[in-house]
């Protein structure tokens, strides 16, 4: 197994594992993705290496837990930083938002739930085997982690899987076994008593909000439609935006309207279609300024997106 090299940031998205993500690129200045995967048995162990920032969308879809660890860069989930020591805990069905700035990396730990079970089994009852969430797992437990992990495709690199080491294979074993402990641990200790002012909930507001968009109209939909979906003030939606994405709403609309315009383009005939009829589908009526803003995000013109690979 070697680390394969995108060039195309869809194949890279897509070769992303257990997790169904739809994503943003608010900018692209390096055209270079890699991603690397590992399976050992019951777990998987993958390691992303993005060129620039990206806004990723999604939920966990397989049966198990999955565990995000950031590596280096500045990232964040559902809108709260993500310190060194904190990682992401996914459960089956949480919807997520994962924005990182600027050219970083990652690991996905992903474990079943019969592998959590028969690791687990006298340590916390059933419906607490699966955390969600973010845990502050802490500098030292992971650096610990980010180490194994180093070891881990330092040794795939090297001979093409970890059996050829059968210690290195059991410390895999026992140092996920630990982690996974203290994850659930500490997951169990997260206070639910709010104190304060009442505080609103993120979550909800962009579930309304990813709603909204998923079933309105593209060519007409307008910050103010956001607004209103998600029941708070303009600026309160604005904060939350640059929590979440790190821009602006209307910059988001403006980024999501792009990529499913994309989308179309690579599934349309030039025979049929023509780039201002897809252009004024999702809201762009300024042909010439869509086709700029199209090639600076996607590193070619809308009409040889178009014609990619049709002839």
Known sequence: ?????????????ASIEHLK???????????????????????TFQYGWEGDGSIKNGKLHSDGNLLYIPLNGVHRANGIPL????IVSFKPGDEFTIMAK???????????????????????????????????????????????????????????KTDKDPDLKSKIKKEVADLYKKVVDLDSEKSSVAVGRPVIDRQKIMQSIRRKIEN???????????????GVSGRTLRKI?????????????????????HAVLLNSDAATVSVSDIASRFGFWHFGRFASDYRRLFGERPFDTLTKNKA
Request: charged share 20%.
């Open 83 to 86: 310190k060194n020591g904190s």
């Open 216 to 230: 309105h109209s593209l060519d007409n939909i307008f910050v103010e439609d956001l607004v209103t979906a998600a």
């Open 102 to 160: 600027g050219s970083n990396d990652w690991c996905n730990l992903f474990i079943p739930s019969k592998t959590i079970k028969s690791c687990l089994p006298k340590v916390v009852s059933p419906e607490k085997l699966i955390p969600s969430g973010i845990v502050e797992l802490g500098p030292e437990k992971t650096l610990r982690m980010k180490q194994l992990l180093s070891q881990i495709f330092a040794s795939v690199a090297v001979s093409g």
């Open 241 to 261: 935006f640059m929590e979440y994405f790190g821009i602006s709403p209307s910059r988001y609309l403006s980024l999501y309207r792009m990529y499913e315009a």
């Open 1 to 13: 197994m070697v680390l394969k090299q995108f060039n195309d940031f869809l194949t890279f998205f």
């Open 21 to 43: 993500i739809d994503f943003l690129l608010p900018k692209v200045s390096f055209y270079q993705w890699k991603i690397d995967t590992y399976s050992m048995r019951e777990l």
